[in-house]
C-alpha cells in the first residue's frame, strides 16, 4: 500500500547543526566540493544531470502522493506495518545525536523488515559505487535512531535504477555497514569543523561532470 508519512523537519531556531546525509555521497566523491559548497560559499548553476535528477524525484514523488491511499505518522505507518505492508517517498529522517538529517527516495516498511531506497543513475554496467552505498546507509542510520529501542525488524539498504524499479544493489544494514557510516560521519564533522583537510578527486572523469569544474583549483584534467 502506498502511503503518505509525515514526519515535518523542525526548523525552529535553537536546532543543531545537521549534516545532509547527501554529504557522504560528496565525501566519497570528492571531499573538496564540501569545501567549495559549504566552507567557501561557492555558488555555481546546477548541471544537467542534476537538473534531470531534480525533476524525476519531484515526478516520482507527485505520482506516489497521487496514488496514496492512506496518510500516517511515522509511529502510525511503523505500527501499521507490522501487519500491512506500506511504501511512501520523499520521508524526512533525522538522527540528532549524529547531527545527520535527510529524506529518504523511498522506504518501505512489512512486517518482515524496512528497506531504505535511494535512486541513483546507474550505467550500462550496473556498478553502485561506494559514494552511493555511504549515502543509503546514512539514511538507514538516521532510520534506526528514529525507530523504537526494542524494534527487531531488520533494515535493507538499497540503490535502484533512476527511473526504474530495478534493484541494483542491497544489503542488510548491520553492524559492520552502521561501524562504518558511524566513522564517515565523524570525518564529515570534521571537515566541516575544520579540523580535518579537505581531500581532492585525483582522477579527471570526477572532475570533468563536477559542477564546480570552472572554478575549482584543485581539478584534474584541462
Not at 552511493?132 to 529501542?149: N, T
Request: hydrophobic letters at 30%; one cysteine or more.
Amino acid at each position: 500500500m502506498q502511503a503518505r508519512i509525515h514526519h515535518p523537519r523542525d526548523d525552529a531556531d535553537g536546532q543543531p547543526r545537521f549534516l545532509h546525509i547527501s554529504w557522504l555521497y560528496a565525501q566519497d566523491y570528492c571531499e573538496y566540493q564540501l569545501y567549495l559548497d559549504q566552507v567557501k560559499g561557492v555558488e555555481v548553476d546546477d548541471t544537467p544531470a542534476m537538473v534531470e535528477g531534480s525533476a524525476e524525484h519531484q515526478r516520482l514523488e507527485d505520482e506516489s502522493l497521487a496514488k496514496a491511499e492512506a496518510e500516517y505518522t511515522f509511529e502510525e505507518a511503523v505500527e501499521e506495518s507490522q501487519k500491512t505492508p506500506i511504501s511512501s517517498r520523499e520521508l524526512y529522517v533525522e538522527d540528532r545525536s549524529l547531527g545527520i538529517r535527510g529524506y529518504i527516495d523511498e522506504l518501505i516498511l512489512n512486517p518482515d523488515g524496512f528497506t531504505v531506497i535511494d535512486d541513483k543513475p546507474v550505467g550500462r554496467t550496473g556498478k553502485v559505487y561506494p559514494s552511493s552505498k555511504h549515502q543509503v546507509y546514512g539514511y538507514c542510520m538516521a532510520l534506526k535512531h528514529m525507530l523504537r529501542p526494542d524494534e527487531q525488524r531488520p533494515i535493507t539498504a538499497a540503490v535502484r535504477a533512476r527511473g526504474s524499479d530495478r534493484i541494483v544493489w542491497s544489503e542488510d544494514f548491520d553492524t559492520k555497514a552502521e561501524n562504518k557510516v558511524r566513522r564517515l560521519i565523524k570525518r564529515v564533522h570534521g571537515l566541516i569543523d575544520g579540523d580535518i583537510e579537505f581531500k581532492s578527486a585525483t582522477q579527471a572523469y570526477k572532475c570533468r561532470p563536477c559542477r564546480f569544474f570552472d572554478v575549482c583549483d584543485k581539478r584534474v584534467g584541462p
